[in-house]
């Protein structure tokens, strides 16, 4: 079964940086996605950034430049770098995975890490 466990969220001045961890097991799809989400007070879960199998990106336009997405294949980890925090990413992160690659929806998600950024 699959597992997702991320971590790395925190308070942080707008500005700064962040990276959120997702450590992930049990995956036996060679074609998959994983992906990152983020659900801000009052406002519906947002896609935020993918990466599929094949090494391929994708940035929800309010954060495309300032986050990265990648991930350590040896320690099968995915991570999401974080540059110039604002306060509109103030948000509940949670990575999920997409057994089908496609990177629409996802069937598996972590338990979600909070990110908080001051004015």
């Known amino acids: 079964d699959v597992q997702l466990a991320d971590s790395g969220g925190g308070l942080v001045q707008a500005g700064g940086s962040l990276r959120l961890s997702c450590a992930a097991s049990g995956f036996t799809s060679t074609d998959h996605c994983l992906m990152w989400y983020r659900q801000g007070p009052g406002i519906e879960t947002e896609f935020v950034a993918s990466?599929?199998?094949?090494?391929?990106?994708d940035y929800e336009d309010a954060v495309r430049g300032r986050f990265t997405i990648s991930k350590d294949s040896a320690k099968n980890t995915l991570y999401l770098q974080m540059n110039s925090l604002e306060p509109e990413d103030t948000a509940l992160y949670y990575c999920?995975?997409?057994?089908?690659?496609?990177?629409?929806?996802?069937?598996?998600r972590g338990q979600g890490t909070q990110v908080t950024v001051s004015s």
């Open positions: 999920a995975a997409d057994l089908r690659g496609t990177c629409i929806g996802y069937h598996y």
């Open positions: 990466l599929n199998s094949h090494g391929n990106t």
